[in-house]
């Protein structure tokens, strides 16, 4: 019985309270109900008095067996998950003096982690008196845009963050 109380959930002589709205295990309302009398309708049908709604005032009471209940949140939340991207950040890093070909390969990686669902932060770094010429890396971060084919949105606007220069770009929603 430890494990309904780690979910909040409480059942059966776990309930405190004196009156209950009572759901039966058919789903019709039964009203407001004491709590003994609740109990005893749910041991009559071989059942558990489940607590689910406990912030309710009275809180709300079901009967039903309480392991097919718990199979069946258990169930919902594993479904849930399944259905559900994890999106993962990629990042791509580079130097404010960056030649050509190297910068049209670290585009064509951003454009493969942006069409692959990822987000995709470019980042870069400046060293020793790079630092005074920071509009170098914005003009990078710029040509990254500019030889990117697919659609993306910039999610971080380009911004310092110490001697790193980054932004972030996610891929558009697909229709």
Do not use: W
Request: one cysteine or more.
């Amino acid at each position: 019985m430890a494990d309904s109380r780690d979910k909040g959930l409480r059942i059966n002589k776990q309930i405190r309270v004196r009156e209950v709205r009572l759901i039966d295990d058919l789903g019709e309302q039964r009203g407001v109900v004491p709590t003994i009398n609740a109990y005893e309708m749910a041991q009559n049908r071989n059942l558990d008095l489940v607590e689910v709604a406990p912030t309710a005032n009275p809180p709300v009471c079901k009967i039903l067996d309480y392991g097919k209940y718990k199979f069946e949140q258990e169930k919902k939340l594993r479904d849930s998950k399944k259905s559900q991207k994890t999106i993962k950040l990629k990042e791509i890093r580079m130097q404010p003096k960056i030649g050509t070909g190297d910068l049209d390969f670290k585009a064509k990686h951003v454009q493969e982690f942006l069409e692959q669902g990822n987000k995709v932060k470019v980042t870069i770094r400046f060293r020793g008196r790079e630092l005074a010429h920071t509009e170098l890396g914005y003009g990078v971060l710029d040509e990254v845009l500019k030889r990117l084919d697919c659609g993306y949105n910039v999610e971080k606007k380009p911004a310092m963050e110490g001697r790193f220069m980054s932004m972030i770009l996610t891929p558009k929603a697909k229709k």
